[in-house]
């Protein structure tokens, strides 16, 4: 690894005396290629960070056809990855669009959402209302909980966060009824279910099965396969109609059912992966989301399919 000070000097040098690579190279004694090597060294040890201030999108001709041909009010597309971070970017972009028209927003259990949440930038919302789409998920895994993303979209733009005290799966129906029963959980459902936005995302099968592996058995899993889910929506399931799964799963959910979901006016999914197209395309053709955020080849892929 080259020395941060030297670093710092080749990236002075590049960026704000705009001289070339070449340049460079004969100033510190050394070549071009050896140049290149240590300006993206800078920008991989944060010795370097660049800002663009643009909101030109990337992908303005995908997301015009989004709008147009699947019928949706708006469309966000991001560059493919293998990581999160650059739908994270471009669900920023989206949130950033569509908070300020909102009074309420409810957020669904999602690592997209809280991505795009992490990179929101400047918005000062202090009159929002920002409830959970269901209760929250114990243990230590909680990069993903509703409650943790509304907290921290309430940190980011100053609305208020409203909490659900209770867990996203109760351990049997009784107990879901039971919890269901308390007038302050029902008030709070009732008012995330009257919310002008939700803000989701959407999973498949497996990414469920494994993200809930320590809370529900793989027999429910097998269950909801027979039953015909191909996805989910802070687990509540749904089939290739768009339509909800009854299960016993279902029963003992503490959140907005997908019904309650389709009643707010404004529903943005943020999503994408090759391994989502199949969920996505059924969240959009279904009418459960009304604006998506999703990379370019889920994009292009649902196109191809229309």
């Given at each position: 690894?080259?020395?941060?000070?030297?670093?710092?000097?080749?990236?002075?040098?590049?960026?704000?005396?705009?001289?070339?690579?070449?340049?460079?190279?004969?100033?510190?004694?050394?070549?071009?290629?050896?140049?290149?090597?240590m300006l993206a060294e800078a920008r991989s040890?944060?010795?370097?960070?660049?800002?663009?201030?643009?909101?030109?999108?990337?992908?303005?001709?995908?997301?015009?056809?989004?709008?147009?041909?699947?019928?949706?009010?708006?469309?966000?597309?991001?560059?493919?990855?293998?990581?999160?971070?650059?739908?994270?970017?471009?669900?920023?972009?989206?949130?950033?669009?569509?908070?300020?028209?909102?009074?309420?927003?409810?957020?669904?259990?999602?690592?997209?959402?809280?991505?795009?949440?992490?990179?929101?930038?400047?918005?000062?919302?202090?009159?929002?209302?920002?409830?959970?789409?269901?209760?929250?998920?114990?243990?230590?895994h909680i990069r993903s909980d509703a409650h943790?993303?509304?907290?921290?979209?309430?940190?980011?733009?100053?609305?208020?966060?409203?909490?659900?005290?209770?867990?996203?799966?109760?351990?049997?129906?009784?107990?879901?009824?039971?919890?269901?029963?308390?007038?302050?959980?029902?008030?709070?459902?009732?008012?995330?279910?009257?919310?002008?936005?939700?803000?989701?995302?959407?999973?498949?099968?497996?990414?469920?099965?494994?993200?809930?592996?320590?809370?529900?058995?793989?027999?429910?899993?097998?269950?909801?396969?027979?039953?015909?889910?191909?996805?989910?929506?802070?687990?509540?399931?749904?089939?290739?109609?768009?339509?909800?799964?009854?299960?016993?799963?279902?029963?003992?959910?503490?959140?907005?059912?997908?019904?309650?979901?389709?009643?707010?006016?404004?529903?943005?999914?943020?999503?994408?992966?090759?391994?989502?197209?199949?969920?996505?395309?059924?969240?959009?053709?279904?009418g459960i989301a009304t604006a998506l955020v999703?990379?370019?080849?889920?994009?292009?892929?649902?196109?191809?399919?229309?």
């Amino acid at each position: 690894m080259t020395d941060r000070r030297v670093l710092g000097r080749v990236a002075r040098l590049y960026y704000e005396e705009g001289l070339t690579h070449a340049q460079i190279a004969e100033l510190i004694g050394s070549s071009r290629v050896t140049v290149t090597r240590m300006l993206a060294e800078a920008r991989s040890e944060g010795v370097v960070e660049i800002v663009i201030h643009s909101e030109e999108p990337l992908f303005s001709e995908l997301e015009r056809r989004l709008v147009t041909e699947l019928g949706l009010s708006a469309a966000w597309v991001a560059p493919a990855s293998h990581n999160s971070t650059a739908l994270g970017r471009t669900g920023g972009r989206a949130l950033r669009a569509v908070l300020p028209h909102a009074r309420s927003v409810t957020v669904g259990l999602s690592e997209y959402v809280r991505d795009a949440v992490a990179h929101i930038g400047e918005l000062s919302l202090p009159d929002l209302e920002i409830y959970p789409f269901g209760g929250g998920r114990p243990g230590r895994h909680i990069r993903s909980d509703a409650h943790d993303v509304g907290s921290a979209l309430s940190a980011r733009v100053g609305g208020t966060m409203y909490a659900l005290p209770a867990q996203l799966i109760a351990r049997d129906i009784a107990s879901a009824q039971s919890l269901l029963g308390d007038p302050h959980l029902q008030s709070t459902l009732r008012a995330a279910a009257a919310a002008d936005l939700a803000i989701v995302g959407v999973g498949g099968l497996p990414r469920a099965q494994a993200f809930l592996a320590d809370w529900v058995e793989p027999a429910v899993f097998d269950e909801l396969r027979g039953l015909g889910a191909i996805g989910d929506l802070s687990v509540r399931f749904f089939d290739r109609d768009g339509e909800p799964i009854a299960s016993d799963l279902d029963r003992r959910v503490i959140g907005l059912t997908l019904e309650q979901m389709r009643a707010i006016p404004t529903r943005l999914i943020i999503a994408g992966g090759p391994e989502k197209t199949e969920v996505i395309r059924t969240a959009v053709t279904s009418g459960i989301a009304t604006a998506l955020v999703t990379d370019n080849e889920v994009a292009q892929a649902l196109l191809d399919g229309v």
